[in-house]
């Protein structure tokens, strides 16, 4: 007969009311910060702590809008082990989202002339930063906690292979993550988990009251897991399971749940959903914003290419986009006309004749890119993200370089973590292909609007005039 312990039951309970109770401390922190940013902010524009029930109405949308989506992102949960950075972007991102839905909402009421843009905008600007400035504080102050080794999860290591020799390395060096690994029972064939080890592993969970139960398999071995899970069926301990997926090209690989069936995916892309509509917003902002800018030297430009060379002014021509979807994109002609063999583009090469002379400083400064900006209002093209390569050399390089079709998982961008790290311009080689693809499934991994805008900067500074192109 099983034994009730009520000193493990209080236990678990206070250690709940302990989680709840500062979850609900960083609800609290931002419904304040949300206030009375917003309440300060009309102070500072107005002069005038006395605010119009309209403008009340509006902080309270706001208000619901930015917490409802904090609580979506699972922002109030636990932050342990999730890189600094990203945390800080994730906050961010909210509040972006959060009032480009307000700005959506005013416009289409009809009511952006009732209310202060200034106001508005400093309301943004204050509330987001001291929201990243108190998770920053929170989070430092944790970090140093963990590094004296105080709110500690104990774990539990069971496996083998490559992933699991990592995250011993990584736990040592980063004490900040708040994860020790007290046991580890290396596994050197399937047949090794036997009796033994099972009772090993009950008695140091109950005795050492270890936290987590952490297995590190790579996936021909994953039946283990049902296994293990089957013995300690019995211990309330956490576990979680480490595929090793060592011979795999994976892209920004996460687990989600499907119709009630957990699905762990394997190649999808990180900008979907709110990312893909925070990405958006950014492209049709900076777009409108560039050809403002360039709006007189286009001009120029195209008289200059009607006056120098016989032919249309754009070129244009079919490239994939987001999904392998068809497209025109759009550049400044820069060549003569020419015709080539059906279904073949040749790509220009150093001193290639058929370019003019217009379009050598053209190509070299980047100009010839300009119209893209037009695709990318149109939702063709990203501001950022792979360029895109011709239908013929998308068909050559897909059965040379792996997972190169993968690119297709974004809209194609006028500049891209490839180009401004040099990969850009001719490909006459495979290698340079692959890196270019290389730097590209980053990208798409690793997206975040700081990315975007760093490369856009990075672009302007360095990314313009460029050896390599021709």
């Keep these: 007969m099983q034994q009730y312990n009520s000193n493990n039951h209080n236990l678990s309970f206070m250690k709940q009311y302990s989680l709840e109770n500062r979850h609900l401390l960083f609800f609290s922190f931002d ?14 524009i107005n002069n005038n702590s006395n605010i119009p029930f309209n403008y009340k109405i509006i902080i309270l949308i706001n208000t619901l809008i930015i917490l409802l989506s904090s609580s979506f992102n699972r922002l109030y949960c636990s932050w342990r082990g999730l890189f600094f950075v990203k945390q ?4 961010f991102s909210i509040w972006f989202f959060s009032f480009a839905c307000l700005l959506i909402l005013l416009f289409f009421s009809k009511q952006t002339n009732y209310f202060s843009m200034p106001w508005i905008q400093t309301w943004f600007v204050m509330g987001a930063t001291l929201t990243c400035l108190y998770r920053a504080f929170t989070t430092f102050i944790l970090n140093k906690i963990r590094q004296q080794g105080k709110n500690i999860k104990k774990i539990i290591l069971v496996g083998n292979g490559k992933i699991m020799n990592d995250i011993v390395k990584i736990s040592a060096k980063h004490p900040e993550y708040g994860f020790n690994i007290t046991q580890i029972i290396k596994l050197s064939t399937a047949n090794s988990l036997n ?15 270890h936290h987590e139960l952490w297995i590190c398999l790579p996936l021909s071995e994953g039946f283990i897991v049902k296994k293990i899970l089957h013995n300690l069926r019995y211990s309330t301990v956490e576990i979680r399971f480490f595929p090793d997926f060592e011979d795999m090209n994976l892209l920004n690989y996460d687990a989600t749940n499907l119709m009630g069936f957990h699905s762990l995916n394997l190649s999808c892309s990180s900008i979907t959903d709110t990312n893909a509509l ?3 917003y950014e492209d049709i902002i900076l777009a409108i914003i560039i050809l403002m800018v360039i709006s007189i030297p286009s001009l120029i430009i195209m008289f200059l290419i009607k006056v120098t060379s016989k032919g249309p002014i754009f070129f244009k021509q079919q490239r994939h986009g987001i999904n ?3 497209f025109e994109v759009y550049k400044f002609r820069t060549m003569e006309i020419h015709s080539e063999q059906t279904n073949t583009v040749t790509q220009a090469t ?3 004749p058929r370019i003019t002379k217009l379009g050598v400083f053209l190509r070299k400064t980047s100009i010839d890119e300009f119209p893209q900006f037009v ?16 239908l013929s050399h998308n068909e050559y390089y897909k059965d040379l370089v792996d997972s190169y079709m993968w690119r297709h998982k974004v809209k194609p961008g006028i500049t891209g973590w490839a180009q401004v790290n040099g990969y850009r311009g001719e490909t006459d080689t495979l290698e ?15 997206w975040s609007l700081y990315l975007d805008l760093k490369i856009t900067l990075l672009t302007v500074f360095k990314g313009f005039i460029n050896k390599n192109a021709y």
């Design 324 to 326: 392998k979807r068809i």
């Design 278 to 280: 925070i990405k958006r």
């Design 350 to 352: 150093k001193n290639d």
């Design 88 to 91: 800080l972007y994730k906050v």
């Design 375 to 390: 695709n990318v209002l149109q939702g063709n093209m990203s501001i950022v993200g792979p360029r895109p390569h011709a």
């Design 31 to 44: 419904l304040i910060i949300i206030v009375i940013s917003a309440i300060f902010s009309y102070y500072l």
């Design 432 to 446: 340079k292909m692959q890196k270019r693809v290389e730097h590209d499934l980053w990208y798409i991994e690793n």
């Design 195 to 209: 009796k033994e080890i099972f009772k090993n592993l009950s008695e140091n969970i109950g005795v050492k009251k």
